[in-house]
């Protein structure tokens, strides 16, 4: 049973760098890609980054130089760190699985909601 | 990157009725559109993809339709667990892009 699950902390304050984990289950790392997606309260969503099965990285050009992915195989889990958080970085992230060379997703997790506050 | 254009915004409708939600790219994408359905609580679900593929468990009155940069998701019979939040996202090309979202409320 595929299963995605994101943690990290729900309060992080403005300038400070974010931290989530996305531990998967049910299928392997070097198998498929795993991409993080946000969504701001009330608003749409957001594709931020993906780490491919080989361990390349793709990042949106509009977070690239805050952003990184990475991954712990041994662990299943995939990492993304995001610094110099605003406010509008507050949002909920999800971490999904991305299928095939084209990048829709076929399982998601259920989010963690990240707020960016003093 | 793609822009992906939804309509409407919000739709109201009732159990058993049919419904139909666009969705529009700013270029072509070929066939590559996915439909995901959003509720509170549960994790984002993937309905369809490559524009009329449907994932397995979605009901066959989901469907999907539409290439080029015009895609449409139609439910007929509407069942009550069917309200929510619908997005349409273009997976032809980096970065995947989504639509605002479509609300279907119960009338």
């Known amino acids: 049973q595929v299963q995605l699950k994101e943690s990290g902390p729900g309060l992080v304050q403005p300038s400070q760098t974010l931290s989530l984990t996305c531990t998967v289950s049910?299928?392997?790392?070097?198998?498929?890609?795993v991409s993080w997606v946000r969504q701001p309260p009330g608003k749409g969503l957001e594709w931020i980054g993906a780490?491919?099965?080989?361990?390349?990285?793709d990042y949106n050009s509009a977070l690239k130089s805050r952003l990184s992915i990475s991954r712990d195989t041994s662990k299943s889990q995939v990492l993304l760190k995001m610094n110099s958080l605003q406010t509008e970085d507050t949002a909920i992230y999800f971490c999904?699985?991305?299928?095939?060379?084209?990048?829709?997703?076929?399982?998601w997790g259920q989010g963690v909601m990240v707020t960016v506050s003093s | 990157d793609v822009q992906m254009t939804q309509s409407p915004s919000n739709l109201a409708a009732s159990p058993g009725e049919s419904v139909s939600i666009n969705c529009k790219a700013s270029?072509?994408?070929?066939?590559?559109l996915a439909w995901y359905q959003q509720k509170p609580g549960k994790a984002n679900k993937l309905l369809i993809y490559?524009?009329?593929t449907l994932q397995s468990g979605t009901p066959s009155r989901f469907s999907g339709s539409g290439s080029g940069t015009d895609f449409t998701l139609t439910i007929r019979n509407l069942e009550p667990e069917d309200f929510g939040l619908y997005y349409c996202?273009?997976?032809?090309?980096?970065?995947?892009?989504f639509g605002a979202g479509t609300k279907l409320e119960l009338k």
């Open positions: 049910g299928f392997s790392l070097t198998s498929y890609t």
């Open positions: 780490i491919w099965s080989g361990g390349s990285t």
């Open positions: 490559s524009g009329s």
């Open positions: 996202q273009q997976h032809n090309e980096y970065p995947p892009t």
């Open positions: 999904t699985r991305a299928r095939g060379i084209r990048g829709f997703f076929d399982y």
């Open positions: 270029k072509s994408i070929s066939k590559y």
